[in-house]
């Protein structure tokens, strides 16, 4: 019965972030205007968007590591967002892309100075999923959003299908006014 639960809330998670990703990736291809996010604003290093209105509307932030490694790996798109989605009552739902598939033996995680979240990997899911983490225990993602208000970097790592480990450095700076402006715009 746990797992079942587990699966669903699985299948919440991706279809949420994979909506959202669609949007962001709408968005950059130049579709209609009202399919695309809006951008609510750029702060340093982070920019807060929303999609979609009424219970449907979401809002995130987003950033792109300033530092992978190992250099020259190959890699599609790799970011970090944050997400609120008020109409499902989730807040600060952590999520990243990594740019390639995950290893099934990957245990993913992030550090924020000597705080260290574990993650998961979509990998039992298949197709996108793959390539997609999230927190482990969805109780951090509170302490994960207040650790990164209070740092300067966060660390990613994590292992593709290939067994290739990588180490993702994204910079904080302007998180905090980033996650203001979604808590403002998605009450």
């Not at 574990?118 to 039992?124: C, E, T």
Request: with cysteine; charged share 25%.
């Amino acid at each position: 019965m746990r797992v079942i639960q587990l699966s669903k809330e699985l299948t919440k998670k991706l279809f949420a972030t994979l909506t959202i990703a669609g949007a962001v990736l709408a968005g950059s291809a130049g579709l209609a205007a009202a399919a695309e996010p809006s951008l609510l604003g750029k702060f340093n290093d982070w920019s807060a968007y929303t999609y979609g209105s009424g219970s449907s509307r979401i809002c995130y932030v987003l950033s792109e590591p300033k530092e992978m490694q190992p250099r020259g790996a190959a890699r599609g798109d790799v970011y970090l967002m944050v997400t609120h989605r008020p109409g499902q009552n989730v807040r600060n739902e952590i999520s990243m892309r990594i740019g390639y598939p995950f290893s099934d033996r990957s245990r993913p995680f992030a550090q924020i100075g000597s705080d260290k979240f574990q993650m998961f990997s979509g990998v039992r899911e298949g197709g996108e999923n793959r390539f997609w983490a999230w927190l482990e225990d969805t109780s951090d993602e509170g302490r994960m959003a207040s650790a990164m208000r209070r740092g300067s970097t966060l660390i990613i790592k994590g292992t593709s299908e290939r067994g290739t480990l990588t180490t993702d450095r994204y910079s904080l700076s302007g998180i905090t006014a980033a996650l203001n402006k979604i808590d403002d715009s998605c009450r």
